[in-house]
């Protein structure tokens, strides 16, 4: 650790780092119960965020009433408020202390796909226990990670180490040489390509029928890399203190040669799994930031 981060400018975050060091102390279901008192807090005092979760909501499911919109808000933000608990458990938790807490399906699909060494690009989204997941899922399929560098240094170091510590190999998502060799060596790397990171390496591709800007990153890494795809979903079931595990494979050909078309694919597969239980997306994000030319913002 570089001694910078011991500078009283890092106080703060240290603080910060050291209230999750305790909560991922806590038991399991306090730490549920917390998490959803933490959520419905943030859902009442946390406007901005609530303003573009609810407008991801109004745009993704014009079915519902105004009522039911309301309502997967609330429970939005109870899933996020219970997602920033398990980040904690994630960062600090002995991995094998997880395995009586989730089921697979479809390992079969996993297990198919790396037979001759032939590296998998597992895909998924950004569900509100991403880190806790990856976790469990390291326990059935030994894999590496790719991941966005953040923007506070403390919070980057803590973060880093504690995936160091779970996963063989960690990727800042700009290190395509580093994945991609990874990928050729027939490792399983997770990728999350389903946020808005502007227009550059993406393309417009319906989400929820709405245009929304998705990286081809995925496409470029299996066909560099030699990749099989196989998505990722996963799920938390309060009634049971249970974490689902899915993994499936498109139906459509995959990747196709066509970066909308891929683009599609990835983004009906996400969509799929999210229409199970779309309180744990994380639509607190601005998933439609970036619009086509000359349309206004959503937000």
């Avoid at 800007?213 to 196989?230: D, F, H, I």
């Avoid at 199970?276 to 030319?293: C, G, L």
Wanted: glycine share 6%; aromatic share 12%; charged share 25%.
């Amino acid at each position: 650790m570089s001694k910078s981060l011991l500078h009283p400018r890092h106080w703060a975050s240290w603080f910060a780092v050291l209230i999750l060091r305790i909560i991922a102390l806590l038991p399991f279901k306090v730490k549920m119960l917390a998490g959803t008192a933490f959520g419905k807090i943030g859902y009442r005092f946390f406007k901005h965020r609530r303003h573009i979760t609810t407008t991801n909501i109004a745009l993704c499911f014009p079915e519902k009433s105004e009522a039911e919109q309301e309502q997967l808000v609330k429970d939005i933000f109870v899933a996020n408020g219970i997602g920033f608990f398990e980040i904690a458990w994630a960062w600090w938790a002995k991995p094998e202390s997880l395995r009586k807490r989730f089921s697979v399906q479809g390992l079969e699909v996993l297990k198919a796909a790396t037979t001759n060494n032939q590296g998998v690009l597992l895909i998924g989204g950004h569900y509100t226990h991403l880190d806790l997941a990856g976790m469990m899922v390291n326990l059935v399929a030994d894999m590496d990670v790719i991941y966005r560098k953040n923007n506070d240094p403390v919070f980057e170091y803590v973060i880093t180490e504690g995936r160091k510590r779970v996963f063989k190999n960690v990727f800042e998502r700009s290190d395509m040489r580093a994945i991609i060799r990874s990928l050729r060596e027939g490792r399983v790397v997770w990728f999350s390509p389903d946020q808005d990171h502007g227009i550059k390496n993406s393309v417009f591709a319906p989400f929820f029928g709405i245009p929304a800007t998705t990286v081809t990153s995925a496409s470029k890494l299996m066909r560099l890399g030699k990749a099989k795809p196989v998505f990722v979903a996963h799920k938390r079931d309060l009634e049971t203190n249970q974490y689902k595990i899915t993994f499936a494979i498109p139906e459509a050909e995959f990747p196709s040669g066509d970066d909308v078309q891929d683009a599609t694919i990835i983004n009906q597969m996400i969509e799929s799994a999210i229409r199970e239980q779309p309180d744990q997306y994380m639509w607190v994000h601005r998933r439609f930031k970036t619009r086509p030319p000359g349309v206004p913002s959503v937000y």
